[in-house]
């Protein structure tokens, strides 16, 4: 019997940069599957009409991506319990009866990065450090809180975005001015760097690392450039680094095993396919 051949991909403005084409074909290949996953560019006025056109033109799903994350919620039939503690989805899973359902997998390849690159890495490990309190922020902030983290010191240039994580998600969490963001790395077990600044294009992350321990793990969740200046300092002084080439990477796969029925390996030719594409 012949296989569906099933067809997924990702929907932005604009969307031309993403990488996620690169990493479902190059599984589609290595697993010897039919189908293709493309590259949807959707104006937002236009969110709706793409969203619902998804069952009529039998896609499997796709992804969802910025600047739609949180819009493409209410579009949803159902929404995966994460994903709307989270308030966005990155995945849409089209049913076989056509109903639409919302997942959000950044949190599961946030935490899966880390432990990719430190096997043994424990939330509780002690306090943990996060800078920006945007989207990538809640992803990384909840599922930190779901992996058992007791103290989580949340900073951002407006402070009034983190008190807002904060009041929703609670008691872990302690607010820090930005103005005292170097002292708040006193202690801390994990880092990360949620922000754009030190994305290609950006200006660096202004942050001193005098006060952090050698033993701290840091985490960026930017990969262009694949080392930010934080992650070239860190590794500099010590400390082990995680780029969010992982995260990306990790997110990708419940979504291709939704849609394509094969939960897929990160083999080092993804990776390099990948490098290949910064």
């Known amino acids: 019997m012949a296989h569906k051949y099933v067809m997924a991909g990702v929907m932005g403005w604009p969307v031309a940069h993403s990488r996620s084409p690169t990493i479902h074909n190059h599984w589609i290949r290595q697993y010897g599957l039919q189908g293709a996953y493309g590259l949807f560019s959707v104006q937002p006025d236009k969110l709706e009409d793409a969203i619902r056109g998804l069952p009529a033109l039998g896609l ?6 910025i600047p739609h994350k949180v819009n493409a919620m209410k579009l949803m039939d159902v929404i995966d319990p994460l994903a709307r503690r989270m308030g966005a989805i990155n995945t849409i899973v089209v049913t076989p009866e056509g109903a639409l359902h919302g997942f959000n997998n950044d949190g599961f390849g946030y935490i899966q990065s880390l432990l990719d690159a430190k096997p043994d890495w424990k939330a509780d490990a002690g306090p943990v450090a996060v800078l920006g309190a945007g989207g990538a922020a809640r992803a990384v902030v909840l599922s930190l809180l779901d992996q058992g983290a007791t103290e989580i010191r949340l900073t951002n240039r407006t402070r009034g975005k983190a008190q807002a994580l904060c ?3 609670g008691s872990g969490i302690k ?5 005292e963001r170097h002292d708040a790395l006193n202690g801390v077990a994990l880092l990360v760097n949620t922000t754009n ?4 294009g950006e200006p660096e992350l202004d942050l001193q690392l005098d006060q952090l321990p050698t033993t701290a793990l840091v985490s960026d969740a930017i990969y262009v450039p694949l080392e930010t200046a934080l992650l070239r300092n860190a590794r500099l002084r010590g400390n082990a680094t995680v780029n969010g080439l992982g995260m990306l990477l ?5 979504a291709f095993n939704a849609w394509f029925g094969v939960m897929p390996e990160i083999s080092p030719e993804l990776v390099q396919a990948i490098m290949a594409t910064l």
């Open 197 to 200: 600044q030190g994305m290609h």
């Open 167 to 169: 009041d929703e998600f």
């Open 250 to 254: 990790n997110q990708a796969r419940p």
């Open 60 to 65: 499997a799903g796709c992804n969802i991506t």
């Open 175 to 179: 607010v820090v001015d930005w103005s």
